[in-house]
C-alpha cells in the first residue's frame, strides 16, 4: 500500500508475521468501508478505485483516530463513506 511495494522491516520471525497481519487487516479495513460507501451510493464495490481510496481512508482515520469526542465516531464514518463516494470509476464503452 506504500506506491504498490510491500515492505517487511522487521529482522525477527514473529514480527515479520504481525506485519503480514497488519497489511492484511489494513486491507480488509479498506475494502469494508469502500463497500460500504458504494452501497451507500447503490453501486458495486468493485467501482471504486482502491489506491485513492486507502489514501483517503487511511488520512481520514489517523484524523478520527485523533478527534475529540468519541461519540461522534458513527458520524464520522458516515462523512469518510461520502468522501469515499466520490471516487467511482468511469464507466467508458469498450472500442
Not at 511495494?5 to 469494508?32: C, F, H, P
Not at 485523533?66 to 471516487?87: C, D, F, N, Q, W
Amino acid at each position: 500500500m506504500q506506491q504498490n511495494a510491500m515492505t517487511l522491516r522487521s529482522k525477527k520471525i514473529d514480527l515479520v508475521y504481525q506485519e503480514v497481519w497488519g497489511l492484511l487487516l489494513a486491507y480488509n479495513v479498506i475494502r469494508r468501508e469502500a463497500s460500504q460507501a458504494a452501497v451507500a451510493f447503490g453501486r458495486a464495490p468493485s467501482d471504486i478505485r482502491f489506491k485513492p481510496a486507502c489514501q483517503y481512508i487511511a488520512v481520514q482515520l489517523i484524523v478520527m483516530a485523533a478527534a475529540k469526542p468519541i461519540s461522534a465516531t458513527g458520524r464520522r464514518l458516515a462523512e469518510l463513506r461520502a468522501g469515499v463516494g466520490g471516487m467511482f470509476l468511469d464507466h467508458r464503452p469498450r472500442p
